[in-house]
């Protein structure tokens, strides 16, 4: 995309306004607002992530059991305070990638690392975060490309998060910057070759999202690798995308693992692509770029009307009920679905 060229939508058949998706019960809803509201007053810097970035970018609605919010590690102690001052009782969950914040049963995430040491969350993540509304607060939104390398490594066999991949190019592809991307994955470039493939394989009549000299690029060092021959035979890098599916390699095969490279760039790093730096998400008859925080005023008039749906909406066990108060289309086949014009 040339710069100061207006952007695409990235989901044109989202309705107007909808900038963010109320998902869970009035308590769930309740408990994250006031985690934000703490994050924002105490000025910790954060990204909103998960279901709730995945649909702003996607327009596809899901539930979800908690708020996932990706920080650097060093604001983790910040983090902490703002949310205990706000009631919450804190805990790292995992000193290598994640913290907790509970208040009752309810719960926030807050990440700066992916389990497997990968996905480090740096100061591009920031830098490259797109700007949106959550739950009626401008907040800014985790990038997709950062959000394509930190699902990318996850294949347990009851997670996979390669359809959330495949979505996020359908919708974004065309906008994001690949050479990041690349670099993101460095060495282990062969796990974005498998979810471009499979990509390209889902959506046939998009496989422009995707350009072209990536998938030159890819194969190109394909075709170097197969022609080195095999690598160490009792190496096994499997525990790089699951924590449990490879144990047998490792302890009964005596087979060793490959220490990971993290994915961190570093400020300075620059991509060849123009207009790559930060940017505001669509909505219909806006550009992506440029949209005054003034504008986000309606997106979260939207915001807390749907908050306030959601919540009439807590008791209903099926999603498609929780779905049609957030006026949010579900997936063909659930029960209740209905479209959305």
């Not at 890098?237 to 570093?266: C, F």
């Not at 790093?269 to 925080?293: E, I, K, L, N």
């Not at 504008?295 to 049609?324: E, F, S, T």
Request: contains cysteine.
């Amino acid at each position: 995309m040339l710069a100061g060229e207006p952007a695409p939508l990235l989901y044109p058949g989202r309705p107007p306004g909808q900038e963010h998706v109320a998902t869970g019960g009035a308590q769930e809803l309740a408990v994250r607002t006031r985690a934000l509201e703490a994050m924002i007053e105490a000025e910790v810097p954060f990204l909103v992530a998960g279901t709730y970035a995945f649909f702003v970018y996607t327009g596809i609605y899901r539930e979800t059991k908690d708020l996932d919010l990706f920080l650097l590690e060093r604001d983790l102690p910040a983090a902490f305070c703002a949310l205990e001052k706000a009631g919450f009782r804190t805990v790292v969950h995992d000193a290598r990638w994640i913290g907790k914040g509970y208040l009752g049963e309810s719960f926030v995430d807050l990440i700066f690392c992916s389990s497997n040491e990968l996905a480090v969350v740096d100061e591009l993540w920031f830098q490259h975060a797109r700007e949106g509304s959550v739950l009626g607060y401008p907040c800014l939104l985790a990038p997709p490309e950062e959000m394509i390398f930190s699902k990318a490594f996850i294949d347990e066999r009851e997670r996979f998060d390669g359809a959330d991949i495949n979505h996020l190019i359908f919708a974004c592809g065309h906008l994001m910057d690949w050479e990041r991307i690349l670099a993101r994955f460095g060495p282990h470039w062969e796990v974005l070759f498998a979810h471009l493939t499979l990509y390209r394989f889902v959506y046939p009549g998009a496989r422009s999202q995707v350009p072209d000299w990536v998938m030159d690029e890819l194969c190109q060092r394909t075709q170097e690798v197969s022609r080195s021959g095999n690598a160490g035979a009792d190496l096994c890098r499997g525990h790089l995308i699951s924590n449990k599916q490879y144990r047998h390699d490792y302890e009964l095969r005596g087979m060793s693992s490959a220490e990971p490279t993290p994915g961190v760039l570093p400020l300075e790093w620059r991509s060849g692509v123009s207009g790559s730096g930060p940017c505001v998400v669509a909505t219909p008859g806006v550009a992506a770029a440029g949209m005054a925080a003034a504008d986000l005023a309606a997106a979260d008039a939207v915001a807390a009307a749907a908050a306030a749906a959601a919540a009439a909406a807590a008791n209903a066990k099926d999603v498609a009920v929780a779905a049609a108060a957030n006026d949010v289309a579900v997936p063909a086949g659930v029960p209740g679905a209905k479209e959305v014009a």
